[in-house]
Each structure stands twice: as structure tokens, then as C-alpha cells.
């Protein structure tokens, strides 16, 4: 079983071009968030979904229909959109937005979206990392965020203010999604971990997910893939990273260029490449 991951093409049709050139000769196919073009109105990305990228899948899956692909959105993808998302779930890709499904017999597709609070402005995919207080005011403290933005839904603009009463967290997310079969669990998270060779941006900074670690040590499932911090592979050198038993891979692919770099995995061996799709 041959498995394509990308993430982070922002909107590129170029990188797309090569993703869905390279896609059929893969088994499954699994975008793992910022798929649409960064700082553009929430407008714009819904026409880039409808007009562009749903339809090239569309046109992918009735060239093979034996493809699986999974997709999900990441940090700057608006939740506002989400409904053209979920319009065509289960009939030419699976959504994986905070869901837990069959991938095979041996496996299963656990995505999450949601990133520890940044210092930008839209606030769709963020929560607090850390259930607990005290810890949440610890990153508060040493990490360069906001906590006032704005979230998105039905096509609306609503004010986003975090507050140290919030109960959601990532911790508590994950917990409920990795508990069940973790050995059988292959990951795909839009954050990585954090203090690993896959979250280091060019400040030199690790930004990625405290619970996320946590969870990964602690539930040890099968694999993870990542994306969001575009520059990590440049910075750290290296595309992989092991915590425990559990191979944790980031595909480090910049929108800006017009070939992608995506991950090639094979399974069951775990065997992880880092490709350009040229």
C-alpha cells in the first residue's frame, strides 16, 4: 500500500498540477490542511474550492476510482467554507476534520486540524494546547501569540477572543481520538509536535504542539503526518523524527515554489520518502 501526503499548497495550481499528475500511481491520496491560497477573503476561498480544487478531484477519482483520498483544512483555510467541504464527503474523498475512520483491516485515518494559538489573526483552527490553566499561562507567556481574531462561519466574520476559562484544548481533542487502537492509528495533524526536528521555523523557534507530544508519547500510535511549519526540514535537516515507537514524519513543502515536495509512504513497513513531484 503506497501512500501520497501533502500539505500546505496555499492555493498553488501549479503544485496541484504535479500532485494529481503524481496521485495516480499511489493507493491513497491525503491532504493534511492549508489547501486554499493564503490571505484571501473567505469569498475568494470558497470560489478557489468550488471552481478549482473540487473539480480536479473530482476529475482524479474518475480516472481511478480504487483512490482513496482524505482531506482536510488547516490554519488558513476559513471554517466559513467548510460546507463546500462536506458537500461532497464520502463521495469523492473523505473529510478528516477532527474524525477518527477505517482506513483498512490493519489501519485507521485519524485527522485533526486545530494549531496551539499563533500570533495571527484568524482563529478558525486554534485552541488552547493545555487543558490546564496554569499551563496555558505558562505559553501565554513565552510564546510570541494573540488571543483576540476572528472566526468564520456561514459565511460570516464573528470576533474570536481566547480566555484562560476555555475548556476545549487540544489535549482534551486528542485524547478522545487517539485513546481507542492506537497501535492501528495513522495520524494526520496539521501541527507537529512540539521540541522535535519537525516544528522549527527560521526565528529557530519550536512552535508546534506540546499535547500533541503528550499524545503521541503517551498513546504511541502507528504514525503521524504533519505539516504547517513550512521551512522545518530547511532548518532542522531532517524529515522525521521518533517519539517512543511512533514515526512521525513533516512534509516541510513551500507554497511558494512550483514543484511540491510531498511524502511517500509505504505500508505496512513504514517506510517514509520525501519526494519532489516534479
Same mark, same amino acid.
Given at each position: ?25 499511489? =493507493? ?11 490571505? *484571501? =477573503?473567505?469569498? $475568494?476561498?470558497?470560489?478557489? %474550492? ?9 476529475? *482524479? ?5 480504487? #483512490? ?13 467554507? *467548510? ?18 475512520? !477505517?482506513?483498512?483491516?490493519? @489501519? ?9 494559538? &499563533? !500570533?495571527?489573526?484568524?482563529? =478558525? ?8 490553566? =496554569? ?24 470576533? /474570536? ?5 476555555? /475548556? ?5 481533542? %486528542? ?8 497501535? /492501528? ?5 496539521? $501541527? !507537529? !509536535? ?24 503517551? @498513546?504511541?500510535?502507528?504514525?503521524? %503526518? ?19 515507537? &511512533? ?19 509505504? #505500508?505496512? $513497513? ?6 519532489? %513531484?516534479?
Amino acid at each position: 500500500m503506497r501512500l501520497l501526503f501533502c500539505a500546505d499548497i496555499h492555493g498553488n495550481e501549479m503544485q496541484y498540477f504535479k500532485i494529481f499528475q503524481h496521485a495516480k500511481n499511489y =493507493d491513497a491520496l491525503i491532504f493534511g490542511g492549508d489547501l486554499c491560497v493564503k490571505n *484571501l =477573503d473567505m469569498r $475568494s476561498q470558497r470560489t478557489f %474550492l468550488e471552481n478549482y480544487l473540487i473539480p480536479r478531484i473530482k476529475e *482524479l477519482k474518475e480516472a481511478k476510482p480504487e #483512490l482513496k483520498i482524505y482531506i482536510m483544512f488547516g490554519n488558513d483555510d476559513f471554517a466559513g467554507n *467548510l460546507d463546500v467541504l462536506n458537500k461532497h464527503n464520502d463521495e469523492i474523498y473523505q473529510v478528516i476534520m477532527q474524525r477518527k475512520l !477505517p482506513f483498512d483491516d490493519n @489501519f485507521n485515518i485519524v485527522g485533526y486540524p486545530y494549531i496551539p494559538v &499563533t !500570533p495571527f489573526r484568524i482563529k =478558525d483552527w486554534e485552541k488552547w494546547d493545555l487543558g490546564q490553566k =496554569d499551563n496555558r499561562q505558562i505559553f501565554e507567556l513565552e510564546r510570541d501569540i494573540i488571543l483576540e481574531g476572528v472566526q468564520t462561519w456561514n459565511m460570516r466574520y464573528e470576533g /474570536k477572543k481566547f480566555s484562560l476559562d476555555d /475548556k476545549e484544548s487540544i489535549e482534551s481533542d %486528542l485524547y478522545e481520538l487517539m485513546a481507542d487502537e492506537p497501535e /492501528k492509528n495513522i495520524c494526520i495533524f496539521h $501541527s !507537529p !509536535p512540539f521540541n522535535t526536528d519537525l516544528d522549527i521555523t527560521y526565528t529557530k523557534d519550536h512552535v508546534g504542539s506540546l499535547a500533541m507530544r503528550m499524545a503521541i508519547e503517551g @498513546f504511541q500510535p502507528f504514525l503521524t %503526518l504533519h505539516g504547517h511549519i513550512h521551512e522545518t526540514v530547511e532548518m532542522s535537516g531532517k524529515y522525521m523524527d521518533r517519539l517512543g515507537d &511512533t514515526i512521525s514524519a513533516s512534509v516541510g513543502n513551500h507554497n511558494t515554489n512550483q514543484i511540491p515536495h510531498a511524502l511517500e509512504i509505504e #505500508l505496512p $513497513s513504514r517506510s517514509i520518502k520525501r519526494i519532489r %513531484l516534479e
